[in-house]
């Protein structure tokens, strides 16, 4: 096992015009003469493979032009996991999803991503621990939140205040860590010792 970025480009964006521009295109393509495949376009914006429902079709518009299997779609009144979804997908009889040679590996190293993001630790280096909670202590708790907002709606957002500077030197300070992600050293040394207990 181990990571692979997934990651893809569009020119269209989350507004509604743009999308529905993309999928006239994506049906006009497919119904004409000779169109099986929407070929996909390089753009300047990233796909992010979180909690996305476009990924699906902005990765693989082949196999999913109109939209109708995406991930993680924040319309269905009963959520499903995109784990349960992607076996569906790949048990299906003659299903495209399992004959497409990248489709499987791509979306378990999201799910990879998505476990290893969601059992995360805060890590702090020996001997910072005060200096850090003092820090803390000095920056109000509503800058973080302020920060985390800016940061989410872009990530090379400048910072303006004294406080957010603070914010992001104590942010720099903090590291996350995972006992057991895939592809790690400790990951494989503690598979292999496990193993060898078997045995």
Not at 34 to 52: E, L, M, Q, S, T
Not at 110 to 121: D, F, S, T
Not at 140 to 167: C, H, I, N, Y
Request: negative net charge.
């Amino acid at each position: 096992d181990f990571f692979m970025e997934a990651s893809g480009y569009s020119t269209s964006s989350s507004n509604t015009s743009l999308y529905n521009a993309m999928k006239a295109d994506a049906l006009a393509h497919c119904l004409s003469d000779g169109g099986h495949f929407v070929v996909p376009w390089k753009g300047h914006r990233a796909i992010h493979d979180f909690c996305n429902e476009y990924t699906l079709t902005w990765m693989f518009p082949h196999l999913d032009p109109f939209v109708l299997g995406g991930f993680d779609d924040p319309h269905w009144h009963k959520p499903v996991s995109m784990a349960k979804q992607l076996a569906h997908l790949l048990h299906m009889a003659n299903s495209r999803f399992e004959e497409e040679p990248t489709f499987a590996f791509v979306f378990h190293n999201i799910l990879q991503k998505r476990e290893a993001a969601c059992l995360v630790r805060f890590h702090i280096l020996d001997g910072r621990h005060t200096c850090i909670v003092e820090d803390i202590q000095q920056i109000p708790g509503q800058v973080f939140s302020k920060l985390a907002d800016k940061l989410q709606k872009s990530q090379w957002a400048k910072v303006t205040l004294v406080e957010e500077e603070m914010a992001l030197r104590v942010l720099h300070k903090v590291h996350m860590l995972r006992h057991d992600v895939p592809s790690s050293d400790a990951y494989k040394w503690c598979h292999r010792n496990e193993i060898r207990s078997l045995v």
